[in-house]
């Protein structure tokens, strides 16, 4: 309340003192109503002042004759609110206890009491809070599911929740996409503290909890080292790539036939600038032999049996004569001499008949690569990547791409290593980082 100056006061001469006679004295403290909403700690006051009801507990100081004159006592009433008005010097976050004053701006009092037999007894009132209903606690992280999906590092937060006691607030993942495991994501209920607060005790609620971490896990990730793929789906690619080549060999090879295909190992390429397109790129590298149809086969290699009776035989010698006895060394010399030559044609037989069994023979190497690998693998997948890729080539009017010809004989792959690694390498847009497990012959 603004106070009016005493000492104007006392100047007046007697008879301006007692003008009060006559008037009827009001106090608008008794218009005042506070009213709270809200719960304990967080509630809300408001303050309303009851202009009518002044003019019609009081008619006759306002100059109206009947309570029924509604349009006289709507102007008094507006009056009033315009020259005397007020308001709280606190209404929000309210606690039990708490005391709130209603303070008046009394500025303009003196035109209503010119205008009107009222003499208005304007102080400030004070409220003491009470009878705020006490909060039921509950902790709103009970309420929610939190699981990632994805792959990383591009992985998302799913948040689901359902019977939250409170309506009207949500809960907000920091970060919620770009995820990778072992990042840490920071979950928060309601958009701020104070708003889940207010919303929460609004409807008879304080939250025990308002932020979480959560450490993201499950996900799967494209593989950055041969050691990080799984050994199933190390398998299973690699059974999935030699399938592949052996319904081939099945349709399409009319003059050669597979003798041998071994996996000689992997090859991976990691981009070395982020791409979103490729994150990475697992090549089996296969060691393939062939012959061609038609070719004899060759004949078993003959066993050593013959070379060693002949070789035991020598060294047999009769040892019933004194005389024989005594050559019985030298006897015995020749005999050793004569297995160690049998021993030796042995041995260049079989280095003839194996050379000779290659006659006919082709090696060559064939590769089938996995791109965008992911570890943990998919057991519902027939492999464990987003796509798969094999050799590609033409061979119109003339063999290109993946492939060669020896003799009108097409082998899809490469003679050798180097071109194989040189063209698998190609076929990127991307500079890669090599990882390899093959060892160098």
């Avoid at 007046?12 to 006679?21: D, G, I, K, M, Y």
């Amino acid at each position: 309340m603004k106070k009016t100056d005493l000492k104007l006061i006392a100047c007046l001469p007697l008879a301006a003192v007692l003008v009060s006679c006559g008037r009827t004295a009001i106090d608008p403290n008794d218009y005042v109503e506070v009213t709270f909403d809200g719960m304990d700690t967080v509630a809300y006051a408001h303050a309303e002042v009851d202009y009518e009801k002044m003019v019609t507990d009081n008619l006759k100081a306002f100059g109206i004759k009947s309570k029924k004159d509604d349009h006289a006592i709507e102007r008094a009433a507006g009056k009033l609110e315009k020259y005397l008005s007020g308001e709280l010097d606190k209404s929000s976050n309210l606690s039990n206890g708490d005391e709130i004053v209603f303070e008046w701006d009394d500025d303009d009092v003196e035109k209503l009491e010119k205008k009107y037999k009222i003499k208005l007894k304007v102080s400030d009132k004070t409220i003491t809070v009470k009878d705020l209903d006490e909060p039921k606690k509950f902790d709103p992280f009970d309420y929610l599911d939190v699981s990632f999906t994805g792959v990383g590092p591009d992985g998302q937060i799913q948040l689901d929740y359902s019977d939250l006691p409170v309506d009207y607030v949500s809960f907000y993942a920091d970060p919620s996409y770009g995820l990778s495991n072992g990042d840490k994501v920071k979950v928060t209920f309601g958009y701020s503290e104070d708003s889940a607060k207010d919303e929460c005790f609004s409807q008879g609620y304080m939250p025990e909890n308002y932020e979480k971490e959560y450490t993201v896990e499950g996900l799967q990730q494209y593989v950055t080292k041969i050691s990080e793929v799984e050994k199933k789906s190390y398998d299973k690619m690699d059974k999935y790539a030699q399938d592949r080549f052996m319904e081939d060999v099945e349709d399409n090879w009319e003059n050669k036939e597979l003798k041998d295909i071994e996996l000689l190992g992997v090859n991976l390429y990691v981009p070395k600038e982020e791409s979103y397109s490729m994150k990475n790129a697992l090549c089996y590298v296969y060691k393939v032999t062939t012959t061609l149809k038609g070719e004899e086969k060759k004949d078993e290699e003959p066993t050593t049996e013959a070379a060693t009776t002949t070789a035991e035989a020598a060294t047999e010698a009769p040892t019933t004569t004194a005389e024989e006895k005594k050559d019985e060394g030298t006897t015995t010399a020749k005999a050793d001499e004569k297995k160690e030559e049998a021993t030796e044609a042995t041995t260049e037989k079989k280095d003839d008949k194996k050379e000779e069994a290659k006659k006919g023979e082709k090696v060559y190497y064939y590769f089938a690569y996995y791109q965008n690998v992911l570890s943990p693998g998919d057991p519902d997948k027939d492999y464990d990547a987003q796509s798969y890729n094999e050799p590609s080539y033409s061979n119109f009017f003339g063999v290109s791409g993946d492939a060669f010809a020896i003799d009108g004989v097409l082998y899809v792959g490469y003679e050798n290593l180097d071109d194989l690694y040189k063209a698998v390498e190609d076929k990127f847009y991307y500079e890669c980082k090599v990882e390899t497990n093959i060892k160098k012959k």
